[in-house]
């Protein structure tokens, strides 16, 4: 799965210190969470299941085959989420008998036939009603509901919005669609036949074998699962999709996607069969799948989902022209759900507390997609976004990798398994070199194929392999917490011609690991690799000819650690330089960002940063740059203005435009007017933010030539004054989600928070339902991320009802309106309820 990243006005939420989260004081030892005990193996599961779009349930029938796992038993339990249970009984060769059972607490307990001993096979028959809309389990952080069976525009009374039903399993809601043994150490070969309008295309795990058509417009597709995987993978989809055929060798690669998208499918997912190549050789394992489909799922609860053969994306994958010319956003996504077909669904984490041997390795899958398809430097850009999430993030400092004291399953989705799981496994490559560490990674899915695993078979393989004891790596990356906290000094001596670097760690649970450190002698750098010992001061000698002019630790960037550093504007200029490593270009450039004064090596380091090859770190120059001041102007106004025209990446075209703007000079209105033509969405949003900022008379007319919907936070966070300002009544909807959370957007920056709140206020003072609808929809997002912090719930309370008053007044202005304003009170009280 990956998780949805919700927007920086939530990220306040999460990580602003003005809100702190209530923490558990009590001193209370938490529940240790074992793996599920298997009293029972399941075989194979075969549905036939049917619609109701009315009353949105779907109707079940169910022939479960199963044995006892080892030890003998005359019962089989099973997980049953809300459903009306019709008939259970034991199938023999299609004659059916009768069995007693009892369901209560979602739980279907059937007594058998007789005690069956160990690898002798039952069929159990159940037929069944499920009822997503009556299940009580909650959705968390991660995946924000937990209903297992969706059923999207249903009555087709929404004129926007398709009709599709799709499913959802991870954690353990495959159960509210079906009867399973609904946990991860379980897997069974499956067949579902799904019968529904002709009109609409279905999709499920597997092959699909057969399609027949039915009376009454009908049609049943029946598909069918082979190999063994988890129950939580299992997935239908239904709905009226375009599908876009592709291949890798003989492998079906089929892209279900809405027909307004279908012109853009293989824009959009046309590197998936690169993908499935290039991980196959990587890993010398082949996609190990009969076929691979992927689908997109309105409403959907987090960011995709990969279940077997079958992966879901949410509907942000739905990409344009003008948003894919820029970057395909999902593209990391894709990768990612398609690791899993490796790293979770043909070798599956035993228990959720192990979910690292899934979501980690996707994690790194797309470092490692970055590193073939666009160069290491890409790849270690995202590797450092991503571990950033997790360093500034201090609660989850004390999380452990591996975590079996979790207070919910779905607590162990966050940026420890995720973003710092991924900076291990880099460690872990670099420590043992590719070889190793590919062959690793074979040896472990060979071992444990079609089965589960634990971490701790995924050291004994990259011992195996290595022959290097791991213990230490994984005791204090898999099994403990944190992570470096380094500042370091370093001491001259002349009579030696040595210089003393001293590391220290300030963190309480000390590490050892490997560290690159580059002594600059001369103006140039000589690399040490040394091993620092689990202590609080390590000190290295290294030999030079006199005090270096720069020490630079974690040179190559590697070690995941919070790295306390200070240099000059002449350091940095020499780091950058003379550094082939992304991240050590990248500090030195972020190290000016607070450096003031006329420095010749601030404006030097900056014109250099221009020319550097990776357009990242071009764009982060030009968001340094500052051309009202006269030096960079002189020195680097020619080349920024060359950039907005001439750079072959759109986004840092956009950036240069936006730099260039900062100077309000109508000189520069022809390359804005220029842009907003453009097909660029970056390039067009920025150009018409120039020329507002340039020619404030000309907003009411540019602000409506940008969509906005679904734009990034980004290009927002840009509109939003403009929009906010000038009343753009067409934008009100889009920037409704920064808007709903200004409270928190005032701790992260109090004047954009201001403008968010007078945006609040305006949509709550106008008769805009759709704007209510995206406030309270953002909100409902958000919910699982307060859950231990009240005071955040009571800000959000406090908020609606200020936005109901206003919504009461609005009413008694204009009684002609009735309707409409009195459907937003209906939303707004049903928001306030669900934060209560």
């Known amino acids: 799965m990956r998780k949805a990243i919700l927007s920086i ?78 008939e259970v009984g034991l199938d023999n060769n ?37 009822r997503p809309n009556e299940v009580k389990q909650q959705g968390s952080v991660a995946i924000n509901d937990a209903k297992g069976l969706y059923f999207i525009n249903a009555q087709g009374t929404e004129p926007d919005m398709p009709t599709q039903i799709w499913t959802q399993g991870e954690t353990e809601s495959s159960s509210a669609w079906f009867p399973t043994i609904d946990k991860p150490n379980q897997k069974t070969t499956q067949e579902i036949y799904m019968t529904v309008p002709d009109k609409y295309v279905t999709l499920s795990n597997g092959i699909l074998k057969e399609s027949q058509k039915e009376s009454n417009g009908l049609r049943t597709d029946h598909w069918v699962m082979d190999k063994r995987h988890s129950t939580y993978l299992f997935f239908m989809g239904v709905g009226e999709y375009a599908i876009v055929k592709d291949k890798w060798k003989n492998i079906p690669v089929d892209y279900y996607i809405e027909k307004e998208y279908e012109p853009y499918a293989k824009q959009i997912y046309g590197n998936t ?25 309105r409403n959907y609860v987090s960011g995709a989902m990969e279940n077997t053969t079958a992966t879901l994306h949410g509907s942000d994958i739905l990409q344009k022209p003008g948003q894919l010319i820029d970057e395909n956003k999902w ?57 950033n999430l997790y360093i500034h993030n201090p609660t989850d400092f004390k999380k452990n990798l591996v975590r079996f004291n979790y207070e919910s399953r779905e607590d162990v989705f966050d940026l420890v398994t995720y973003q710092k799981g991924g900076g291990i496994l880099n460690m872990l490559r670099n420590y043992l ?12 899915l060979k071992t444990n194929e079609y089965q589960n695993a634990e971490a701790h078979q995924l050291r004994l393989s990259f011992e195996k392999v290595s022959g290097k004891d791991l213990n230490w790596f994984f005791n204090q990356w898999y099994f403990g917490s944190g992570n470096p906290k ?8 002349p009579v030696k011609k040595q210089v003393a670097v001293t590391i220290n760690q300030t963190q309480d649970q000390l590490f050892e690991f490997p560290l690159a450190i580059d002594v600059y002698d001369n103006g140039k750098p000589k690399r040490y690799n040394v091993w620092v010992n689990a202590e609080a001061k390590n000190t290295f000698n290294f030999d030079v000819s006199k005090t270096p002019e720069l020490i630079n630790i974690n040179a190559d960037g590697v070690l995941l650690a919070d790295i306390t550093d200070t240099k000059t504007p002449e350091q940095n200029l020499l780091q950058f330089t003379n550094s082939k490593e992304f991240k050590s270009r990248y500090t030195a450039l972020t190290g000016i960002k607070d450096q003031t004064g006329k420095s010749p090596a601030i404006t030097k380091l900056l014109a250099t940063a221009l020319k550097d090859p990776f357009f990242r770190v071009r764009i982060k120059a030009l968001e340094l740059i500052d051309l009202t001041n006269a030096e960079q102007m002189k020195t680097l106004g020619s080349e920024v203005e060359k950039i907005a025209s001439n750079d072959p990446k759109t986004l840092t075209q956009a950036a240069a435009i936006a730099a260039l703007a900062k100077t309000k000079d109508k000189k520069y209105i022809p390359i804005f007017e220029k842009g907003v033509n453009a097909v660029s969405n970056a390039v067009k949003a920025n150009s018409l933010s120039a020329l507002i900022t340039t020619d404030p008379s000309r907003a009411n007319t540019l602000v409506d030539k940008i969509d906005l919907n679904g734009a990034s936070d980004e290009l927002l966070a840009l509109f939003l004054p403009v929009v906010v300002k000038n009343k753009v009544t067409s934008q009100m909807q889009y920037i409704a989600p920064l808007a709903a959370f200004y409270p928190f957007v005032k701790f992260q920056n109090p004047e954009l928070g201001k403008t968010a709140e007078e945006g609040y206020n305006w949509i709550m003072s106008t008769d805009n339902l759709k704007a209510v609808e995206s406030i309270t929809k953002m909100l409902g997002y958000a919910k699982n991320q307060m859950t231990d912090n009240p005071q955040a719930k009571m800000m959000v309370i406090q908020m609606l009802k200020e936005g109901l008053n206003k919504k009461m007044e609005l009413l008694k202005q204009n009684p002609q309106n009735a309707a409409s304003i009195n459907k937003q009170i209906d939303v707004l009280n049903k928001a306030i309820e669900n934060f209560k």
């Open 94 to 130: 299609g004659k059916r008998s009768t069995l007693p059972y009892e369901y209560k607490n979602d739980i279907l307990k059937i007594k058998l036939d007789k005690t069956y001993q160990k690898n002798q096979d039952y069929t159990i028959y159940i037929k069944y009603t499920s």
């Open 331 to 387: 593209e990391d996504t894709i990768a990612h759900e398609l690791f899993h077909h490796w790293f979770g669904d043909l070798v599956t984490a035993e228990s959720w507390s192990n979910l690292t041997v899934n979501e980690s390795f996707a994690n790194y899958s797309e470092y490692l997609w970055n590193e073939h398809k666009y160069g290491k430097d890409q790849a270690d850009y995202h590797l450092m976004s991503d571990v």
């Open 273 to 297: 069969p690169e993908m499935i190549d290039f991980f196959s050789k990587k890993m010398n394992y082949d996609f190990p799948w009969a076929k691979y489909a992927q689908i997109s799922g």
């Open 9 to 86: 006005a939530i990220l306040g939420i999460l990580f602003s210190a003005n809100v702190a989260a209530q923490t558990d004081t009590s001193g209370r030892e938490k529940v240790y969470r074992a793996t599920h005990t298997k009293l029972t193996e399941l075989k194979h599961t075969k549905l036939k299941v049917n619609f109701d779009y009315q009353k949105e349930q779907m109707n079940g029938e169910e022939w479960l085959t199963a044995s006892p796992y080892f030890y003998a038993t005359n019962e089989l339990i099973l997980d049953a989420k809300a459903m009306l249970i019709h």
């Open 433 to 444: 070199g590719d070889d190793a560490f590919f062959a690793g990674m074979n040896d472990y």
């Open 486 to 493: 380094i500042n370091y000094s370093s001491t001259f001596e």
